[in-house]
């Protein structure tokens, strides 16, 4: 059994150095694409709620665009599609700054925000009507009482959902390696071209993986207990 | 009593093909508290609805404390400020503390810095008789402090007119004085009051006027010694002896 694995290939030689790089560029990729992300998913989410028509079906048209086309897609349009349209000086300065990992940013990030607006629509939803009006009332504009009443109370309802949503985000971050961005299972599979190891090499990226999203979920916990309105019904411990 | 606060003229509102408001035409002068009732589907709240645009209406004019408020390009956020409203429903901040809930509006649409927003908020808790309840959440106050929350947080933008939309139907018995008594302060304070409620013994004591409505018609307007004793209606005596014999 012991010499059927071999664990030291992974902080022998430059392995180690790989995976720490791996596991930056992942969580560097996943957290610019998630404010992304939470930016559109916001804006969206109330947009599909607000009583203006057009700006409705505008972020309703955003959504079901950007959702219902596979993450694959995405990578390969942000990467080979857009840089092309782009004006020759911002095309330079893209290729020379990693192009496919701005690419991986827009492609997670907006694609996610189409899917996060869904969880925050649904937050706004269960809010009756009349406490938009109970707001609007006082002689706040709509747009004060969404952004002072109604979303701050939407957005304590959705913590967990939105936690999942996050959680999703980061393990779909693994999708630009498809582009060559040097993130975490790029890594591990370089490591496996090296060491011919790849029991080992998966094992280490599965389990930073995991470390990862148990660590986020239970900081969202944290936070949803701290911000839980008080007399709903009570988070679970 | 000089101009009147509140004027209907001609008011005709359609939700679709339903007709709610037929030729609603009432006044309301300043100062007066005049009660609104009707059985349900009446259009009651939707007329008081009207008067803080939370409705639009399709034909007629609506004249609040002198400023035609049915014409396009309205300033609404002026208006409500004008015009403080109660809900049935409370629908205080869920995330806000009563304290807060009184202050946020002051604060924003007002700009007023926290301390004096707060100085203000804190004397209309000790006005609706709750300023040991400042710091509480809404979801541990009972209905009644919530509401009483709910009128202080609608006073403190000092409107001149207040709309109250049902605001006893949703709560229990012995709570319903409590905001009653608030309510009848603001009365003897001078407030322009419009009530929609079926506490007939409130707008008996404090009402100047009963607006009953049917059918979305005001079909009788009258003091309520009158009204009560002997209204005009059939359709008025009808519900009458129904909500009166219980």
Partial sequence: ?237 | MAEPAIVFREVHKWFGALHVLRDVSLSVASGEVIVVCGPSGSGKSTLIRCVNALEKVQQGEIVVLGEPITRPGVDLSRLRTRVGMVFQSFNLFPHMTALRNVMLAPMKVRGLRAAEAEEIARALLARVRIPEKAEHYPASLSGGQQQRVAIARALAMQPRIMLFDEPTSALDPEMINEVLEVMTDLARDGMTMMVVTHEMGFARRVAHRVAFMDEGRVVEEAPPQEFFAAARSERAREFLSKILSH
């Fill in chain 1, 1 to 237: 059994m012991n010499d059927q694995f071999e664990w030291s290939v992974l902080w022998s030689g430059q392995s180690g150095q790989w995976l720490l790089s791996g596991l930056l560029t992942t969580l560097r990729l996943s957290a610019l694409a998630w404010v992304l992300a939470a930016i559109l998913g916001v804006a969206a989410g109330a947009l599909r709620t607000a009583p203006v028509r057009p700006l409705r079906i505008l972020a309703t048209a955003y959504v079901e665009f950007f959702r219902n086309v596979p993450l694959l897609v995405w990578m390969f349009f942000w990467y080979f599609g857009v840089p092309p349209l782009l004006p020759r000086p911002a095309q330079d300065w893209l290729f020379a700054h990693g192009a496919e990992f701005w690419a991986a940013v827009c492609a997670l990030g907006v694609y996610h925000g189409a899917r996060m607006s869904e969880v925050i629509r649904s937050g706004i939803r269960a809010i009756p009507r009349t406490q938009l009006e109970a707001a609007v009332a006082t002689g706040l504009t709509t747009l004060q009482a969404y952004r002072l009443v109604i979303l701050p109370i939407a957005l304590r309802l959705i913590v967990p959902p939105a936690t999942s949503e996050s959680l999703n985000l980061l393990k779909n971050s693994s999708v630009a390696l498809t582009i060559s961005v040097a993130e975490l299972t790029f890594q591990t599979r370089q490591i496996e071209t090296y060491t011919a190891r790849a029991i080992e090499a998966l094992t280490a990226g599965t389990l930073i993986y995991l470390g990862l999203c148990v660590s986020i979920a239970t900081v969202m916990g944290w936070v949803e207990r701290r911000v839980a309105i008080p007399g709903l019904i009570a988070p679970g411990r």
